[in-house]
């Protein structure tokens, strides 16, 4: 930020190059409209006048309240705030306008300081991502613990023990995976003014080499104990068209000014697209991979076919692994995109280093 500017949720105001931003991205002010946001960022939590309005703005130019009406309703509908339930600007009948939202004011902050927080807000946000990852894989670990639990199982094997391992592991997976993308996503935001610009290339990136070696360890691994490998488990290619996915939706999410719950439906939307096509194309999310476990150690108490028969197939078919797919990517991507705006937020509104 430049000295002398203003930070307020997701918007950068910067009065001496005369720019409006959110998240990185201009918007479109005229002059006055942009010298009555600078008045009320300004005078944050004051009333602003009508009459400082006309001496400020329009600098005695008569103008009638109808001018600055318009101009209020311009900038209310520019930052997407609502009249009816103000986030930026509250209306004073009869006197004026104030700024209600928080702001922070750019100073000199020392160049080693700006790195350090820079740095701060990369692990800020990648451990923000981690953690909704870690909620996506608590909800699908009891999706799968109890799915594999509700079958028959063999004398001394527990249905409580199946849950737990497979929710252990759930997460556990959840939590690498989302703390690679979420790395990836942040690492890339740093390269531009807008930090989703980037996003869907970070986090296929981040994906990539955390599924990849995920899958290269977790085969030596199968073949140093078992002398055998599972096979074409879940790893790179799937891990990059996932991070990819999640970096995609919080881009698209960040261009709208709706609610936190529509920029998390859009990321999950995304998310829930590409994990319900990586099965038809021959790759293997969580599901699919634990069913080939499954099949290709001997003893396996592990049996996902039921799941299958719920849409007529016999085992754990290509509609099963979609539909689980779609499930799997949905939440993967509404969690760790929502946690890292719900992040980015707060460190959007945290005062700067001084």
Not at 57 to 70: F, M, N, S
Not at 92 to 107: L, Q, S
Not at 302 to 311: E, M, S, T, V
Request: hydrophobic content about 50%.
């Amino acid at each position: 930020m430049t000295p002398g500017s203003f930070r307020f949720d997701r918007f950068v105001l910067d009065p001496r190059d005369r720019l409006l931003a959110r998240d990185g991205v201009a918007v479109e002010l005229n002059a006055r409209y942009l010298d009555a946001l600078t008045l009320l960022a300004r005078e944050a939590g004051k009333l602003v006048s009508k009459e400082r309005f006309h001496d400020e703005v329009w600098r005695g130019v008569p103008v009638t309240d109808e001018a600055l009406t318009q101009c209020i309703k311009t900038l209310r509908r520019q930052l997407g705030d609502d009249a009816a339930r103000p986030r930026f600007i509250e209306t004073v009948p009869k006197h004026g306008y104030r700024f209600i939202a928080p702001v922070a004011v750019a100073d000199e902050v020392a160049p080693v300081v700006a790195a350090a927080s820079s740095w701060r807000d990369l692990f800020l946000l990648t451990g923000a991502g981690t953690i909704g990852a870690g909620i996506a894989g608590v909800v699908g670990g009891l999706f799968y613990g109890f799915a594999g639990a509700a079958q028959p199982l063999q004398p001394g094997m527990g249905a409580a023990s199946v849950l737990l391992v497979l929710w252990c592991l759930t997460i556990l997976m959840a939590l690498i995976g989302g703390a690679g993308v979420a790395f990836g996503i942040a690492a890339a935001g740093r390269m531009s003014r807008d930090p989703w610009r980037w996003s869907a290339a970070g986090g296929a990136a981040g994906g990539l080499v955390v599924g990849g070696v995920v899958k290269l360890l977790g085969l030596d691994a199968f073949n140093l104990l078992l002398g055998r490998s599972p096979g074409d488990i879940t790893g790179g290619i799937e891990g990059a068209l996932l991070g990819g996915a999640v970096g995609l939706g919080g881009w698209l999410a960040s261009r709208r000014s709706g609610s936190r719950r529509q920029s998390i439906a859009i990321a999950s939307g995304v998310g829930g697209i590409a994990g319900a096509l990586i099965p038809p194309i021959g790759g293997r999310l969580m599901g699919g991979s634990l069913d080939l476990l499954a099949r290709s150690l001997p003893g396996s108490r592990l049996r996902l076919d039921h799941i299958g028969r719920w849409f007529g197939e016999a085992g754990f078919g290509p509609i099963a692994q979609s539909v689980t797919g779609a499930l799997e990517g949905a939440l993967f991507a509404g969690c760790i995109v929502g946690a890292m705006m719900v992040a980015r937020r707060d460190l959007d509104a945290s005062p700067l280093p001084r």
